[in-house]
């Protein structure tokens, strides 16, 4: 089955630096790999996704990439707030599954 | 204001007991799911369902059942046989089978007494 690992844990930055989480994955049949940001006891909520067609997507502050080659995939966040500190869980999934292969998640602090 | 509910938001299990949750979505989806969560992991998928009175297991099924009696509503009861069954546990919807799981209820903490 797939395996998602993420890195780091945890990630302090400055308010106003960039923020980078890397993942891996297992499988590569996996095409479908969404982000999505938890706030404490709170509801995931997906922030952006990319599909295995497309190297880059850019949504405002945040952008994600894909090398399927090598499998992973990364989220960046520019300019950060203190606002965008939460859990960042990244996934993996394929077309017509009916799971999501979750990473363990880090904990982004942005200090104002 | 569409989405999907989840009671309680707190729970306490005494040993031996069985407890359920609630999730309830008006959102008419098809599909519907349950996920555990513990501490620095990853959420891990309990059950699913794709269509009313069918459901089927994810990797962590054990001491867990569920029914899907209606579309709207997916409850999931964790029995004692369940034996570390502190978590927060989330439900989740996907408009139709095949699609990964959209959006995502509020969650319930479940702790033991």
């Known amino acids: 089955g797939e395996n998602v690992e993420q890195h780091p844990s945890t990630l302090s930055v400055q308010e106003g630096d960039s923020a980078v989480i890397k993942c891996t994955y297992s499988d590569s049949a996996s095409n479908y790999f969404p982000w999505y940001k938890q706030e404490l006891g709170k509801r995931p909520q997906l922030i952006i996704d990319i599909r295995s067609n497309v190297g880059e997507k850019k949504d405002q502050r945040i952008a994600v990439t894909l090398n399927k080659t090598a499998k992973h995939f990364s989220l960046h966040i520019t300019e950060t707030q203190p606002e965008d500190s939460a859990v960042y869980f990244c996934a993996a999934s394929m077309d017509g599954a009916n799971n999501l292969f979750f990473g363990t998640g880090t904990r982004l602090t942005v200090i104002p | 204001d569409g989405g999907i509910t989840q009671s309680p938001k707190y729970l306490f299990r005494k040993e031996g007991q069985n407890v359920t949750l609630s999730c309830e979505q008006n959102?008419?989806?098809?599909?519907m799911y349950w996920y555990r969560q513990d501490p620095g992991q990853g959420l891990r998928l309990i059950y699913y369902s794709q269509i009313v009175n069918d459901f089927q297991k994810g990797d962590i099924a054990e001491g867990y059942s569920v029914s899907r009696e209606k579309k709207e509503s997916f409850p999931l009861t964790v029995t004692s046989a369940q034996k570390n069954p502190t978590a927060f546990y989330l439900c989740?919807?996907?408009?139709?089978?095949?699609?990964?799981?959209?959006?995502f209820g509020d969650g319930t903490r479940l702790s033991i007494l």
């Open positions: 989740a919807s996907s408009i139709r089978t095949g699609e990964i799981p959209q959006h």
């Open positions: 959102l008419n989806h098809d599909a």
